[in-house]
């Protein structure tokens, strides 16, 4: 969400789309959502996040084939595998190391980096 409000233009607003996983995943997913708009998070105060977010986040379904879902699904799994301290897939096209050296590199410097493992217990 951080990242989301710093690329955004002053006229834009962004949306927050998940992949679905099963009832009690996407309620903690938008208990946590809501709960950012409410507190805000430790860059943006709750205030912007209303003023550039939907008020709710979009679940769409694995079956939908989302292109935008898939790319995230292959970037996001090597990251959490990688915190969860879970060993890598045999045969995942994509590593820890191959996502995080492409995070916010831009002309050799990082950028924005960091990561919040939601929702917070």
């Not at 679905?20 to 998070?41: K, M, P, W």
């Not at 994509?94 to 916010?104: A, E, H, M, Q, W």
């Amino acid at each position: 969400m951080n990242r989301l409000i710093s690329d955004l233009s002053e006229n834009q607003k962004g949306r927050i789309v998940a992949e679905s996983r099963n009832s009690v995943l996407d309620n903690q997913l938008e208990i946590a959502y809501l709960t950012a708009r409410v507190e805000g998070t430790n860059k943006v105060r709750s205030a912007e996040l209303k003023l550039k977010l939907d008020s709710s986040i979009q679940f769409q379904q694995k079956s939908d084939n989302i292109a935008g879902l898939q790319i995230a699904d292959m970037v996001a799994s090597p990251i959490a595998r990688h915190y969860l301290n879970k060993p890598e897939r045999v045969g995942q096209q994509l590593s820890y190391d191959s996502v995080f050296s492409k995070v916010r590199n831009i002309n050799g410097r990082w950028e924005n980096i960091g990561i919040s493992i939601l929702p917070r217990k």
